[in-house]
């Protein structure tokens, strides 16, 4: 059963940074697309940010240059870096399984973390 637990969220003021993790179990994750996405409130999910299992990064627009992804095989984790982040950020973050511009199903997702930019 794949499980996902995502942590690290937390209310920052804009320009702060956070560091999400995203613990992964009951499948093979270093063979396995990762991904990224939010839901702010009101709007629909939107993808964020992918990572490949060459760790080759992808990122939507919005964030790049401000988020970074990555992870780690060893310890079956996957991390996103959110710097210089904006109100518009502000959002439940999920971890998933799946390629650039994937939008993971909820068996397919994490139970999200929430981050808040306010100051």
């Known amino acids: 059963e794949v499980q996902l637990v995502e942590s690290g969220g937390g209310l920052v003021q804009p320009g702060g940074s956070l560091r999400l993790s995203c613990a992964a179990s009951?499948?093979?994750?270093?063979?396995?697309?990762m991904t990224w996405v939010r839901q702010a409130p009101g709007k629909e999910l939107e993808w964020v940010s992918s990572?490949?299992?060459?760790?080759?990064?992808y990122y939507a627009e919005s964030v790049k240059g401000r988020f970074t992804i990555s992870r780690d095989n060893r310890k079956n984790t996957l991390y996103l870096q959110l710097n210089s982040l904006k109100t518009e950020g502000a959002a439940m973050y999920y971890c998933?399984?799946?390629?650039?511009?994937?939008?993971?199903?909820?068996?397919?997702r994490g139970q999200g973390t929430q981050v808040a930019v306010s100051s």
């Open positions: 009951g499948f093979a994750f270093n063979l396995v697309d």
């Open positions: 990572i490949s299992t060459r760790s080759s990064t």
């Open positions: 998933g399984l799946g390629g650039a511009g994937t939008i993971p199903g909820r068996g397919r």
